[in-house]
């Protein structure tokens, strides 16, 4: 499998679609950021089952995957519309995009971050996440700190 030279694109001269200047400059938390921002999107528009892979070091391709479902074709398309729309506004593109004509699966190339958009039933036949089954999954939100329980106050009794 050939991978995918990273240029810098000022050196080649034409803006970098898909990636923030941060993100141009291979920053992984950037990446990662972007990730979830995708799967906050998707959620948005309904999807389901949604899983952020890390192949940051199981793969030249990318470095993240993001996989969610979608119960039909214009559901499919209504997700990828919204990913689109809403990134495009931040001035993030696409470097590419396939399936989108299909029903199936939709992928959007975002660089550092793939999107896979599947109708329930190829994602069931595809088996994407057994395919990377290496690939550990980010969770959707960080960590917050644990939240403290407060302390049970009793009333104490200075009854003789």
């Not at 050939?2 to 400059?25: F, H, I, L, M």
């Not at 906050?40 to 940051?56: C, P, R, T």
């Not at 793969?59 to 209504?78: E, G, M, N, W």
């Not at 997700?79 to 729309?85: E, P």
């Amino acid at each position: 499998m050939a991978s995918r030279k990273r240029v810098n694109p000022e050196d080649a001269g034409v803006p970098c679609p898909a990636k923030t200047k941060a993100a141009a400059q291979g920053n992984t938390k950037d990446a990662q950021a972007l990730a979830r921002r995708i799967a906050d999107i998707i959620e948005e528009k309904g999807a389901a089952d949604i899983v952020i892979l890390n192949l940051s070091v199981a793969s030249a391709l990318t470095d993240y995957f993001v996989i969610c479902s979608a119960d039909s074709a214009p559901q499919v398309r209504a997700i990828v519309d919204a990913v689109d729309n809403d990134l495009s506004k931040e001035g993030i593109f696409p470097l590419g995009m396939e399936g989108k004509e299909g029903d199936a699966w939709v992928l959007a190339d975002y660089n550092d971050v793939i999107l896979n958009i599947f109708k329930t039933e190829a994602r069931a036949f595809y088996h994407l996440e057994q395919l990377w089954g290496d690939a550990p999954v980010v969770p959707r939100r960080p960590k917050a700190a644990a939240a403290r329980r407060p302390r049970k106050v009793t009333a104490t009794s200075n009854a003789p």
